[in-house]
Protein backbone atom coordinates (compact mmCIF):
# COMPACT_ATOMS: atom_id res chain seq x y z
CA UNK A 1 0.00 0.00 0.00
CA UNK A 2 1.11 3.22 -0.23
CA UNK A 3 2.96 5.47 2.31
CA UNK A 4 0.67 7.29 5.32
CA UNK A 5 0.69 10.70 4.32
CA UNK A 6 1.97 11.67 7.70
CA UNK A 7 5.33 9.25 6.82
CA UNK A 8 8.69 11.08 5.96
CA UNK A 9 10.36 9.22 2.80
CA UNK A 10 13.29 9.69 1.89
CA UNK A 11 15.49 9.42 -1.67
CA UNK A 12 17.71 6.66 0.05
CA UNK A 13 21.31 6.51 -1.11
CA UNK A 14 20.59 3.09 -3.20
CA UNK A 15 22.02 3.45 -6.51
CA UNK A 16 25.27 4.42 -8.10
CA UNK A 17 26.43 8.04 -9.52
CA UNK A 18 28.92 9.57 -10.95
CA UNK A 19 31.71 12.00 -9.40
CA UNK A 20 31.19 16.26 -9.47
CA UNK A 21 32.99 18.62 -8.13
CA UNK A 22 31.77 21.29 -5.68
CA UNK A 23 31.69 23.99 -8.13
CA UNK A 24 29.37 26.22 -6.50
CA UNK A 25 31.46 25.99 -2.80
CA UNK A 26 32.15 29.51 -1.74
CA UNK A 27 34.34 29.25 1.52
CA UNK A 28 34.08 33.36 2.52
CA UNK A 29 30.03 32.38 2.87
CA UNK A 30 30.59 28.79 3.98
CA UNK A 31 27.70 28.04 1.70
CA UNK A 32 26.98 26.14 -1.37
CA UNK A 33 24.72 25.33 -4.03
CA UNK A 34 23.01 22.23 -5.13
CA UNK A 35 20.45 20.50 -7.09
CA UNK A 36 18.58 18.55 -4.27
CA UNK A 37 16.28 16.56 -6.73
CA UNK A 38 15.70 16.86 -10.48
CA UNK A 39 12.46 14.20 -9.38
CA UNK A 40 14.22 11.03 -11.21
CA UNK A 41 12.35 7.59 -11.26
CA UNK A 42 13.54 5.69 -8.17
CA UNK A 43 12.38 2.02 -7.55
CA UNK A 44 9.87 1.39 -4.11
CA UNK A 45 8.16 -1.59 -3.04
CA UNK A 46 4.94 -0.24 -4.26
CA UNK A 47 6.35 0.72 -7.92
CA UNK A 48 8.14 3.76 -9.78
CA UNK A 49 8.31 6.64 -8.29
CA UNK A 50 8.72 9.61 -9.74
CA UNK A 51 8.56 13.91 -8.24
CA UNK A 52 6.59 16.63 -9.96
CA UNK A 53 9.26 19.53 -9.72
CA UNK A 54 7.41 22.85 -9.87
CA UNK A 55 6.20 25.81 -7.85
CA UNK A 56 2.33 24.23 -7.86
CA UNK A 57 3.91 20.57 -6.72
CA UNK A 58 6.51 21.34 -4.40
CA UNK A 59 6.00 22.71 -0.49
CA UNK A 60 8.61 24.63 0.48
CA UNK A 61 6.99 26.41 2.93
CA UNK A 62 8.78 25.09 5.78
CA UNK A 63 11.91 27.48 4.59
CA UNK A 64 9.80 30.35 6.06
CA UNK A 65 8.11 28.91 9.04
CA UNK A 66 10.77 26.73 10.95
CA UNK A 67 13.99 26.76 8.39
CA UNK A 68 14.93 23.31 6.47
CA UNK A 69 18.28 21.16 8.36
CA UNK A 70 20.81 20.08 6.16
CA UNK A 71 21.58 16.46 7.47
CA UNK A 72 24.07 14.14 7.97
CA UNK A 73 22.34 10.64 6.03
CA UNK A 74 18.82 11.55 6.98
CA UNK A 75 19.52 10.88 10.76
CA UNK A 76 17.54 12.87 13.38
CA UNK A 77 19.15 11.03 16.29
CA UNK A 78 20.91 14.58 18.00
CA UNK A 79 22.18 17.86 16.85
CA UNK A 80 25.16 16.50 15.91
CA UNK A 81 24.10 15.43 12.78
CA UNK A 82 23.03 18.87 12.24
CA UNK A 83 25.69 20.18 9.24
CA UNK A 84 23.74 23.21 8.16
CA UNK A 85 20.67 24.78 6.96
CA UNK A 86 19.04 25.30 3.34
CA UNK A 87 18.69 29.67 3.29
CA UNK A 88 16.96 29.92 -0.47
CA UNK A 89 15.38 27.05 -3.23
CA UNK A 90 13.79 27.64 -6.43
CA UNK A 91 13.07 25.32 -9.72
CA UNK A 92 15.79 25.47 -12.53
CA UNK A 93 14.79 24.16 -15.86
CA UNK A 94 13.07 21.49 -14.18
CA UNK A 95 15.32 20.93 -10.69
CA UNK A 96 14.71 22.29 -7.45
CA UNK A 97 17.90 23.82 -6.37
CA UNK A 98 19.16 25.23 -3.39
CA UNK A 99 21.70 26.92 -1.68
CA UNK A 100 22.44 25.86 2.03
CA UNK A 101 24.73 27.23 4.75
CA UNK A 102 27.53 24.87 6.63
CA UNK A 103 27.17 25.60 10.58
CA UNK A 104 30.10 25.92 12.06
CA UNK A 105 30.18 23.37 14.24
CA UNK A 106 33.09 20.31 14.44
CA UNK A 107 30.35 18.39 12.44
CA UNK A 108 29.55 20.83 10.17
CA UNK A 109 33.07 22.06 9.36
CA UNK A 110 34.30 18.47 8.75
CA UNK A 111 31.41 18.09 6.32
CA UNK A 112 32.04 21.42 4.54
CA UNK A 113 36.30 20.52 3.93
CA UNK A 114 35.11 17.06 2.58
CA UNK A 115 32.73 19.48 0.53
CA UNK A 116 35.33 21.78 -0.61
CA UNK A 117 37.53 18.88 -1.52
CA UNK A 118 35.22 17.50 -3.35
CA UNK A 119 35.13 14.38 -1.40
CA UNK A 120 31.00 15.01 -0.65
CA UNK A 121 29.22 15.76 -3.72
CA UNK A 122 25.74 13.88 -3.19
CA UNK A 123 22.42 15.52 -1.81
CA UNK A 124 19.41 13.74 -0.83
CA UNK A 125 15.56 14.68 0.08
CA UNK A 126 14.11 14.04 2.75
CA UNK A 127 9.83 14.65 2.04
CA UNK A 128 6.39 13.92 2.57
CA UNK A 129 4.03 13.45 -0.21
CA UNK A 130 0.50 14.76 0.27
CA UNK A 131 -0.59 13.62 -3.19
CA UNK A 132 -0.31 10.89 -5.38
CA UNK A 133 -1.28 10.24 -8.96
CA UNK A 134 -1.02 7.07 -10.34
CA UNK A 135 -0.07 5.64 -13.64
CA UNK A 136 0.19 2.14 -15.54
CA UNK A 137 2.54 1.00 -17.99
CA UNK A 138 0.42 2.33 -20.89
CA UNK A 139 0.36 5.73 -18.91
CA UNK A 140 -3.49 6.29 -18.55
CA UNK A 141 -4.00 7.04 -14.79
CA UNK A 142 -5.24 4.53 -12.46
CA UNK A 143 -8.07 4.71 -9.42
CA UNK A 144 -6.05 4.05 -5.86
CA UNK A 145 -9.50 1.56 -5.89
CA UNK A 146 -8.62 -0.08 -8.84
CA UNK A 147 -5.11 -0.84 -8.25
CA UNK A 148 -3.48 -4.24 -8.76
CA UNK A 149 -0.19 -4.77 -7.34
CA UNK A 150 0.96 -6.97 -9.42
CA UNK A 151 0.98 -3.86 -12.43
CA UNK A 152 3.29 -1.86 -13.56
CA UNK A 153 2.89 1.11 -11.69
CA UNK A 154 4.46 4.64 -11.57
CA UNK A 155 2.95 6.62 -8.93
CA UNK A 156 3.86 10.42 -9.43
CA UNK A 157 4.13 12.73 -5.89
CA UNK A 158 1.85 15.30 -7.53
CA UNK A 159 2.46 17.80 -4.07
CA UNK A 160 4.64 16.85 -1.74
CA UNK A 161 6.72 18.83 1.11
CA UNK A 162 10.33 19.33 1.58
CA UNK A 163 11.16 18.60 5.40
CA UNK A 164 15.05 18.24 4.83
CA UNK A 165 17.87 17.76 2.95
CA UNK A 166 20.88 15.55 3.68
CA UNK A 167 24.43 14.72 2.85
CA UNK A 168 25.08 11.54 1.79
CA UNK A 169 27.67 9.39 -0.03
CA UNK A 170 25.50 8.39 -2.82
CA UNK A 171 22.22 9.62 -3.92
CA UNK A 172 19.00 8.02 -5.19
CA UNK A 173 18.40 10.24 -7.68
CA UNK A 174 21.92 10.54 -9.24
CA UNK A 175 21.65 13.19 -10.41
CA UNK A 176 21.46 15.58 -6.92
CA UNK A 177 25.04 16.74 -6.62
CA UNK A 178 26.65 19.50 -5.04
CA UNK A 179 27.47 21.06 -8.45
CA UNK A 180 25.56 24.07 -10.60
CA UNK A 181 22.86 22.72 -12.52
CA UNK A 182 24.09 24.62 -16.07
CA UNK A 183 27.10 21.43 -16.02
CA UNK A 184 24.34 19.32 -16.82
CA UNK A 185 22.36 20.90 -19.74
CA UNK A 186 23.23 18.31 -22.51
CA UNK A 187 21.62 15.33 -20.42
CA UNK A 188 18.77 17.05 -19.59
CA UNK A 189 18.00 17.68 -22.55
CA UNK A 190 18.43 14.20 -23.41
CA UNK A 191 16.36 13.31 -20.58
CA UNK A 192 13.47 15.72 -21.53
CA UNK A 193 13.68 14.07 -25.38
CA UNK A 194 13.91 10.06 -24.31
CA UNK A 195 10.34 11.53 -21.88
CA UNK A 196 9.13 13.22 -24.84
CA UNK A 197 9.19 9.63 -27.50
CA UNK A 198 7.68 7.67 -24.40
CA UNK A 199 5.01 10.15 -24.73
CA UNK A 200 4.17 10.23 -27.96
CA UNK A 201 4.70 6.42 -28.11
CA UNK A 202 1.91 6.04 -25.29
CA UNK A 203 -0.11 8.46 -27.03
CA UNK A 204 -0.08 6.28 -30.18
CA UNK A 205 -0.49 3.21 -28.47
CA UNK A 206 -4.17 4.51 -26.43
CA UNK A 207 -5.12 5.57 -29.87
CA UNK A 208 -4.62 2.08 -31.87
CA UNK A 209 -6.44 0.71 -28.86
CA UNK A 210 -9.31 3.01 -29.57
CA UNK A 211 -9.51 2.17 -32.88
CA UNK A 212 -9.18 -1.24 -32.73
CA UNK A 213 -12.40 -1.22 -30.33
CA UNK A 214 -14.41 1.24 -32.35
CA UNK A 215 -14.07 -1.43 -35.39
Known sequence: ?????????????????????????????????AVISTGAAVQRPYGVEVLRISPQAVDLSRLQE????????????????????????????????????????????KAEGMTARGELVGISAGYRVDQWQITGADGDVVDEADVRWSDNLTFTATRWQLFEASLVGVPADGASMIRMLATRTDELADIRARMGARHRMAARTRMLRRMARDE
Not at 90 to 104: I, P
Open 1 to 33: MLPRPDKLLHRLADTGTESAGPRSYNKAQHSFE
Open 66 to 109: GGIPLLDHHSQAGIDQVLGRLTNAWFDRGALVGKFVFAQTPQGM
